[in-house]
């Protein structure tokens, strides 16, 4: 896609960022209501209603900056946040205004964030970043780096499953069924807090490089925020690697961290409004208009 193609995307109507509303919901922080309080314990993971209009807050209890990843999905699991199309959009690291999309046939802003504040200082440089979009740690990688580590250790990924299985929709499902979502979702990308990253172009290796750093402590408190745009389940792993300032899983401590819901009173902007496409899709499917015979060798 060229720039120019892009910039027409992100500025379209149904995409571009109203600062003006996030700032009405910024400026009203004194007179919000809380809705509830809960600690995010060490590795677990937990799924937290955000109802639109409401703001969810992670705090860190202590100075440690405790590794969030964090996946949303609506209470009826059809729209979930969709990396390729936030990170595209938004850029591949959070600050305050962050939208965080959801997925094809539906994109929407499911949650936007409204407060950062990890100081600047967090990162050593403009090149890093204190949040940003990725994939989380799984019992293969740890695995690979720890080759030591019992089968039930944990992981992010394990404490996202944790987290989905208390989703009341999946929580209900037959044990197959539920089973197949709980990884299904798991497994998709999502974004971090509280990490040192970036990305960047390695001279050496003549490669685009992801690179981590230890995060340095934070002022007890500190805290990040996202305004929920509908109804979601913000799903938050503990990351097992804590702040990363251990060399090795296992060795590491893991902080609690408190999440807490509060009311705004402010609703939503509307949703971008989409034609519908599904159907027209399936019509040239079943019609023969698009190939529709089962590949096989013969």
Same mark, same amino acid.
């Given at each position: 896609?060229?720039?120019?193609?892009?910039?027409?995307?992100?500025?379209?109507?149904?995409?571009?960022?109203?600062?003006?509303?996030?700032?009405?919901?910024?400026?009203?922080?004194?007179?919000?209501?809380?809705?509830?309080?809960?600690?995010?314990?060490?590795?677990?993971?937990?799924?937290?209603?955000?109802?639109?209009?409401?703001?969810?807050?992670?705090?860190?209890?202590?100075?440690?900056?405790?590794?969030?990843?964090?996946?949303?999905?609506?209470?009826?699991?059809?729209?979930?946040?969709?990396?390729?199309?936030?990170?595209?959009?938004?850029?591949?690291?959070?600050?305050?205004?962050?939208?965080?999309?959801?997925?094809?046939?539906?994109? =929407?802003?499911?949650?936007?964030?409204?407060?950062?504040?990890?100081?600047?200082?967090?990162?050593?440089?403009?090149?890093?970043?204190?949040?940003?979009?990725?994939? =989380?740690?799984?019992?293969?990688?740890?695995?690979?780096?720890?080759?030591?580590?019992?089968?039930?250790?944990?992981?992010? =990924?394990?404490?996202?499953? =944790?987290?989905?299985? $208390?989703?009341?929709?999946?929580?209900?499902?037959?044990?197959?069924? $539920?089973?197949?979502?709980?990884?299904?979702?798991?497994?998709?990308?999502?974004?971090?807090?509280?990490?040192?990253?970036?990305?960047?172009?390695?001279?050496?290796?003549?490669?685009?490089?992801?690179?981590?750093?230890?995060?340095?402590?934070?002022?007890?408190?500190?805290?990040?925020?996202?305004?929920?745009?509908?109804?979601?389940?913000?799903?938050?792993?503990?990351?097992?690697?804590?702040?990363?300032?251990?060399?090795?899983?296992?060795?590491?401590?893991?902080?609690?961290?408190?999440?807490?819901?509060?009311?705004?009173?402010?609703?939503?902007?509307?949703?971008?409004?989409?034609?519908?496409?599904?159907?027209?899709?399936?019509?040239?499917?079943?019609?023969?208009?698009?190939?529709?015979?089962?590949?096989?060798?013969?």
């Amino acid at each position: 896609m060229s720039d120019d193609a892009h910039l027409a995307i992100v500025n379209a109507p149904q995409m571009a960022l109203n600062k003006d509303f996030y700032d009405s919901v910024i400026a009203q922080k004194a007179s919000r209501k809380p809705v509830y309080k809960e600690y995010l314990q060490p590795h677990t993971g937990d799924a937290f209603l955000v109802e639109a209009g409401q703001v969810i807050r992670a705090e860190q209890v202590g100075e440690m900056a405790q590794i969030l990843d964090w996946f949303m999905v609506s209470p009826d699991l059809t729209e979930c946040l969709n990396y390729g199309h936030s990170a595209p959009m938004e850029g591949p690291y959070l600050s305050t205004y962050t939208r965080c999309w959801s997925n094809s046939g539906y994109l =929407h802003p499911m949650a936007t964030m409204v407060a950062d504040e990890v100081p600047d200082e967090f990162a050593p440089n403009k090149e890093w970043s204190k949040h940003f979009w990725m994939f =989380h740690c799984n019992p293969e990688w740890n695995q690979a780096a720890n080759p030591a580590l019992h089968v039930g250790h944990s992981s992010c =990924h394990t404490n996202f499953m =944790h987290g989905m299985a $208390r989703i009341p929709a999946i929580h209900a499902m037959p044990e197959d069924e $539920r089973r197949k979502t709980i990884e299904f979702l798991s497994n998709m990308c999502n974004f971090m807090t509280f990490q040192v990253f970036r990305t960047g172009w390695d001279e050496a290796s003549e490669k685009v490089i992801m690179d981590l750093l230890p995060g340095p402590h934070v002022p007890k408190g500190t805290g990040v925020e996202f305004y929920a745009e509908q109804d979601i389940y913000c799903v938050i792993s503990s990351c097992p690697w804590g702040d990363m300032q251990a060399g090795k899983l296992g060795e590491n401590d893991i902080a609690p961290v408190e999440i807490s819901v509060w009311e705004t009173g402010i609703k939503p902007q509307p949703r971008p409004e989409w034609r519908e496409w599904k159907s027209e899709f399936y019509r040239q499917l079943n019609s023969g208009d698009r190939a529709n015979t089962p590949r096989t060798e013969d």
